[in-house]
């Protein structure tokens, strides 16, 4: 068995093949969790767990890209903006009724993006201190649910290391930075996801270092599709990434995929 723990079946590329997607997937053993990114994708991730009656979970969560703050405007994904092309402010009501849901197993994806940002110095410090803000009402919202947390992060590590507890329950989506980094994460008691960006940025030496219980692997599908599989990423291109950690880690495709299964129903309680 495989679990693919960020996935966006949810998403606008999928719209013409999702249960074609879904039933390739389950078909190869491979469970998935969607993953939303602001309350439409989250709704819609929430009702496609209705059709499945196992294999198929959600993650409801206002992604940082998507807040509506007036201070600088990001770039929409062209994935998801046929659901919804306004930015949103963070209802906490709203999402928490999404994760009665028995089906939702995580608040997410949530955290930090610092990818484009503002130019002045005024600016940058509000877009910050604005995600912040958002960032710590949904954290309290997954402490109030008692559900594990997927964080997003790009370009703000130290910020979002800074904003955590001693301890925290949840896994670090799409880890991109170096072995230090992942360390602190490691000691406040995360996991660590790996995806297809293990083909496109060097991160072999914390692949190597990194505890074999404390890791999980997805997709975050439809993007960083992995070698050797081109275009429109899938759950079932997961295996790809279980192969190439096996491989830096010495270790059975056998061995990691059984391994980061075992984890992801732990974290996720699948």
Same mark, same amino acid.
């Given at each position: 068995?495989?679990?693919?723990?960020?996935?966006?079946?949810?998403?606008?590329?999928?719209?013409?093949?999702?249960?074609?997607?879904?039933?390739?997937?389950?078909?190869?053993?491979?469970?998935?969790?969607?993953?939303?990114?602001?309350?439409?994708?989250?709704?819609?991730?929430?009702?496609?767990?209705?059709?499945?009656?196992?294999?198929?979970?959600?993650?409801?969560?206002?992604?940082?890209?998507?807040?509506?703050?007036?201070?600088?405007?990001?770039?929409?994904?062209?994935?998801?903006?046929?659901?919804?092309?306004?930015?949103?402010?963070?209802?906490?009501?709203?999402?928490?009724?999404?994760?009665?849901?028995?089906?939702?197993?995580?608040?997410?994806?949530?955290?930090?993006?610092?990818?484009?940002?503002?130019?002045?110095?005024?600016?940058? /410090?509000?877009? &910050?201190?604005?995600? @912040?803000?958002?960032? =710590?009402?949904?954290? +309290?919202?997954?402490?109030? #649910? $008692? *559900?594990?947390?997927?964080?997003?992060?790009?370009?703000?590590?130290?910020?979002?290391?800074?904003?955590?507890?001693?301890?925290?329950?949840?896994?670090?989506?799409?880890?991109?930075?170096?072995?230090? /980094?992942?360390? &602190?994460?490691?000691? @406040?008691?995360?996991? =660590?996801?790996?995806? +297809?960006?293990?083909?496109? #940025? $060097? *991160?072999?030496?914390?692949?190597?270092?990194?505890?074999?219980?404390?890791?999980?692997?997805?997709?975050?599908?439809?993007?960083?599709?992995?070698?050797?599989?081109?275009?429109?990423?899938?759950?079932?291109?997961?295996?790809?990434?279980?192969? @190439?950690?096996?491989?830096?880690?010495?270790?059975?495709?056998?061995?990691?995929?059984?391994?980061?299964?075992?984890?992801?129903?732990?974290?996720?309680?699948?």
């Amino acid at each position: 068995m495989l679990i693919d723990t960020h996935a966006h079946l949810n998403f606008n590329a999928y719209k013409n093949d999702i249960d074609d997607v879904v039933k390739r997937s389950l078909n190869n053993n491979v469970w998935m969790i969607n993953v939303g990114s602001q309350y439409s994708t989250s709704k819609r991730a929430v009702e496609l767990t209705e059709k499945y009656p196992q294999g198929v979970y959600a993650a409801v969560g206002l992604h940082p890209i998507h807040l509506s703050d007036g201070i600088f405007k990001t770039k929409i994904d062209k994935e998801e903006i046929e659901f919804n092309t306004r930015e949103e402010e963070f209802d906490c009501e709203q999402y928490k009724k999404l994760a009665q849901s028995k089906k939702v197993v995580a608040i997410g994806e949530i955290g930090f993006d610092y990818w484009y940002r503002p130019k002045t110095k005024k600016k940058l /410090e509000e877009f &910050k201190n604005k995600q @912040k803000e958002t960032f =710590l009402k949904q954290l +309290g919202l997954a402490k109030e #649910l $008692n *559900l594990p947390v997927i964080f997003h992060c790009r370009a703000a590590h130290q910020d979002l290391i800074d904003s955590l507890g001693a301890k925290e329950r949840g896994v670090i989506h799409c880890f991109s930075g170096n072995w230090q /980094e992942a360390e &602190k994460y490691l000691n @406040k008691g995360l996991y =660590l996801g790996f995806n +297809g960006i293990i083909f496109k #940025l $060097n *991160l072999d030496e914390t692949i190597e270092k990194a505890p074999l219980d404390r890791m999980l692997i997805e997709t975050d599908c439809p993007y960083l599709t992995p070698a050797p599989m081109e275009g429109r990423n899938e759950p079932i291109y997961v295996r790809y990434v279980a192969e @190439k950690i096996a491989k830096i880690k010495k270790k059975s495709y056998q061995e990691i995929s059984e391994i980061t299964a075992k984890n992801a129903k732990s974290l996720f309680a699948l």
